[in-house]
């Protein structure tokens, strides 16, 4: 079927997902162009305000998250950051003071960030009215590019399924300029093949996340952990918990293991599952004392190698899903975010959609690299290869330029 139509299209950008990349991105494109913006989101924004997930937040996304007025109001900040391995020498220390910032990054739930985001864009429609459409409660089907006779291609066509669980749902189709698409998921969901996007680099690490929230004895104010052992990375890193007393710092808990190892850990009763992480992390913060509810997900690489494709654009967890060691992902989606604001300034076309690719490919593949190396190399069994691993962080520690070259780019990527 070829499309010969050259109406005006319903759209100047269609933006697929409204977790917290989608919403810093519609949030820069009405302060900063005049498109005509639709936002689709297959939940509303009061299920994503109930997520209870951590992310760790760079100061640099912190930096971004402010210029929109979408920073939350609850976020713990990291002060210092200690790398270790289990049963090996050398261990890596990175200070905010020698950085200038006030923390080197917080972390904050991302039920709290998807709240500000919204709230920032509710205050930007109201200054910018009838730029931006809400579609809640619609999940999108498939995105269509048609060429024409002429061999362009025309505007993409959105297919989606409108309206709640309860009120029967119909079909919607939109045209717009250009897709965006930012609705991801974790490494095993296959959501992130939607628009077309195939030629996409995967790994399976063979590890599954335990993530909970978690008191220790004796905890240290404002210092994340990454710990790494034989099974895998295992992250502290300090989160206040609106549940808890103000006055004890608590952690969320990112412990990488095998699938099997995962699910057993998972169902064992508290005290013997603190036991076994208090045997895993060491005694540095003394015994821990209290777990929450634990939650697992299967841990993955899954990177678009060029994340566009004519009218349609993948960022966020929609163009790579990463190893969370170094907490990385989410700081970049949401540079992917800011820069494809910047690009978009200047048309919504596909022009403008294969220039941002080449301006994101220099950060995506080194904090893709970096995300992908070190889980692997930290992996490898035999004492040598943990001599060698403990001179490596020890090499880290003595060199300040190496650190700092490392410690920047956890906190700004490769912005341009």
Known sequence: MTDTTATAPDF??????????????????????????????????????????????????????????GWPTRATPITHIHVSQRGHFGQAHIRREDYDVPALGHVVQYGDLSAAL???????????????????????ERIEQLPRADGTVAPARVRALQGGPHEGRHPLAIETEVVVQAEGGLFDDARK??????????????????????????????????????????????????????????????????????????????DTFLAELSTAFGDRMGPFTQVGPRHTFALGLHAQRIPVDRRVAAIGNAAQTIHPVAGQGFNLGLRDAFEMARTLRDGA????????????????????????????????????????????????????????????????????
């Open 193 to 270: 093949q939607a628009g077309g996007l195939s030629h996409a680099r995967r790994r399976d690490y063979g590890q599954t996340a335990i993530v909970a929230h978690v008191r220790c004895s004796a905890p240290l104010e404002g210092w994340a952990w990454e710990r790494f052992t034989n099974e895998g990375p295992l992250a502290l890193l300090p989160q206040d918990d609106a549940q808890g007393p103000a006055s004890v710092p608590g952690y969320a808990l990112v412990w990488c293991c095998s699938p099997d190892e995962a699910r057993r850990r998972a169902g064992l009763p508290e």
């Open 12 to 69: 100047d950008v269609a933006i697929v997902g409204a977790g917290p990349v989608g919403l810093a991105l519609a949030n820069w494109l009405l302060r900063d162009t005049d498109w005509r913006i639709a936002l689709f989101d297959a939940r509303d924004a009061e299920a994503a305000a109930r997520d209870p997930r951590a992310l760790a937040l760079s100061h640099g996304s912190r930096v971004l998250l402010q210029e929109i007025g």
């Open 349 to 416: 076309t596909p022009a403008a959609l294969a220039r941002f690719a080449r301006e994101r490919a220099f950060d995506r593949a080194v904090t893709i690299g970096l995300t992908d190396l070190l889980p692997r190399a930290f992996a490898v069994p035999g004492r040598p290869f943990g001599h060698l691993r403990g001179a490596a962080l020890t090499l880290l520690e003595c060199l300040p330029p190496l650190k700092h070259g490392l410690a920047r780019q956890m906190m700004f990527g490769q912005r341009g």
């Open 118 to 140: 919204n709230a920032a864009l509710a205050t930007q429609m109201q200054r910018y009215p009838n730029r931006l459409t809400r579609y809640d409660h619609t999940p999108v």
